[in-house]
């Protein structure tokens, strides 16, 4: 299994309908991979908290529209990183769209932790409630959205749910690069499933991006990781190493905590 991140730059000069036709662009030269990832809210940038409102989106709006072709033209599954989304009968949310290779919706998951700290995107977007999993021909994804990463429970979650590759678009900032890398190696080892997480390059409001896409397997070894700029990341992927892991060194079968009671 083939997978490309494309870690798109940010750029304030640049608008996003014209940011939207590259980023498409970017997708169609992927053609030949499985799947395609790309980072979060990068049609404003993560921190631009100012432009959410003014660029929100309903679901099935432009960058919708223009993913969906690119995911059809170039015959992959696409997660299209997220967009702002504005329901109609609600607040605006974190939304990330996953399309299959004939550019029909597959998935829609509006991110569940909001970062802010009573400011910024945890005010001003709703927060999701469900956890959800993608079935593709060779694996099962589980998604996620860049402040989720610091929330193991999640990730438990989704490896109930039958996830063995998770997938986690991010605007994650310079200052706490470190922490980015950290994390996509113990949500890989301790959920035995692969993480591609896909962030931006550039700066969004003032606010240095980490960039750093990193692929990391089951054991937690880093397959790939990018550098601090525009990129694309690509790598091979065997899908049935998970569940080999798994079988090999079945930690998650000595869970305790967090499992469901037995019912009576």
């Not at 001003?124 to 469900?130: D, Q, T, W």
């Not at 550039?202 to 960039?211: D, E, F, I, S």
Request: charged share 25%; glycine share 8%; with cysteine.
């Amino acid at each position: 299994m083939r997978a490309s991140l494309i870690q798109i730059a940010v750029d304030e000069d640049e608008s996003v309908a014209s940011r939207r036709q590259r980023a498409a662009a970017l997708v169609r030269d992927q053609a030949g991979s499985d799947l395609v990832v790309l980072p979060e809210l990068w049609t404003t940038g993560a921190f631009a908290y100012e432009e959410f409102a003014a660029e929100a989106e309903p679901l099935e709006g432009p960058t919708y529209e223009v993913m969906a072709k690119a995911a059809s033209d170039a015959g992959v599954w696409l997660h299209a990183g997220s967009i702002p989304e504005r329901d109609p009968e609600g607040p605006l949310y974190n939304t990330s769209l996953v399309f299959s290779p004939a550019g029909d919706l597959a998935a829609v998951y509006r991110k569940i932790h909001r970062f802010g700290f009573d400011k910024g995107e945890a005010v001003l977007m709703g927060a999701g409630r469900v956890p959800v999993t993608v079935r593709l021909p060779d694996t099962v994804l589980g998604l996620a959205t860049c402040y989720d990463l610091r929330f193991p429970e999640l990730f438990r979650s989704l490896v109930d749910a039958g996830a063995e590759t998770l997938v986690i678009p991010a605007g994650w900032p310079e200052r706490r690069r470190a922490h980015w890398t950290l994390l996509a190696q113990a949500r890989a080892v301790e959920n035995q499933a692969f993480v591609l997480a896909c962030g931006t390059a550039g700066t969004h409001a003032g606010v240095p991006q980490a960039g750093h896409s990193i692929v990391v397997d089951p054991w937690g070894e880093v397959l790939a990781e990018a550098g601090a700029g525009e990129e694309v990341l690509t790598v091979d992927l065997d899908p049935a190493k998970p569940a080999a892991t798994r079988e090999q060194f079945p930690a998650l079968k000595d869970r305790v905590l967090g499992l469901a009671p037995p019912r009576r």
